[in-house]
DNA sequence: CGCCAGGCCGTGT
DNA sequence: ACACGGCATGGC
């Protein structure tokens, strides 16, 4: 079965990507829990407003699953409210550390045991948790290989008119599967770290020229996705 | 100063 | 199934 072209053009994006930008080594933390708590803070928030909260997490011994466990939910709100939309990431992850304990002992672990689709079942239904924040807790905390778009990912594939017909507003799981199919002809066992690569470039990328207000000049996929795909830029 | 950032959720068509 | 507003802060 032969790929779609919108995820021929995505694997093309990849590559280029990777030859401009070289690896990118995420997720940008140290320990799952990290990746977990980083993952609902910078929901909609610069990453720059989260690195405060991290810190001010790490500072009160919070930056752990015991340590979320044991602060109260005003404390844990007073420590994230640099990163905003502290009355819902609050309990948001006070619910999430609460599965961890119901489900699987407290353990991250165990919780990357379970098989894929249930494991991202039971992540949809927390509350704070959507699409997105599912799949990076899965691929970047707990290692599976599911594919991570976002917003960045929509709007460049807009712009260099990656997708047909080119939609501004591809739905999530339309995005991811044609990442998927982007990779589909790589052996299994390279998708996760596929899968990390491309979603990272694609923020590296969209934050340097792909924000909101259009600012695509000196964009590596400019003139490679033009002269390959002889493209319309915008 | 105004716009924006690595979404999600409830409500209304 | 989509569209839209609210959620909150800090950086640029």
Request: hydrophobic content about 45%; aromatic content about 6%; proline content about 8%.
């Amino acid at each position: 079965m032969k790929p779609a072209a919108p995820a021929q053009r995505l694997r093309r994006m990849h590559d280029q990507l990777a030859a401009a930008y070289g690896p990118q080594h995420w997720w940008p933390a140290k320990t799952p829990i990290e990746v977990v708590i980083g993952a609902y803070l910078t929901q909609n928030t610069a990453w720059k407003s989260v690195e405060r909260s991290i810190a001010n997490l790490h500072r009160a011994g919070a930056l752990s699953v015991a340590g979320l466990r044991a602060i109260s939910l005003d404390e844990l709100r007073r420590l994230i409210q640099p990163s905003g939309f502290y009355t819902r990431k609050a309990p948001a992850l006070k619910a999430f550390i609460a599965l961890l304990d119901a489900e699987f002992s407290g353990s991250l672990r165990r919780m990357a045991a379970a098989p894929t689709p249930q494991l991202r079942q039971r992540l949809l239904a927390l509350p704070g948790v959507g699409p997105e924040t599912a799949d990076a807790i899965l691929l970047y905390a707990l290692g599976h290989p599911v594919p991570v778009t976002d917003e960045y990912l929509r709007r460049i594939a807009h712009r260099h008119a990656l997708l047909t017909p080119n939609s501004k507003t591809i739905p999530y799981e339309s995005l991811t599967d044609l990442t998927r199919q982007a990779f589909a002809a790589d052996p299994i066992s390279t998708h996760a770290q596929l899968f990390n690569e491309f979603h990272a470039l694609t923020v590296a990328v969209g934050k340097a020229h792909c924000g909101r207000t259009a600012r695509c000049e000196n964009c590596p996929l400019a003139h490679d996705l033009k002269t390959a795909l002889h493209l319309p830029i915008h």
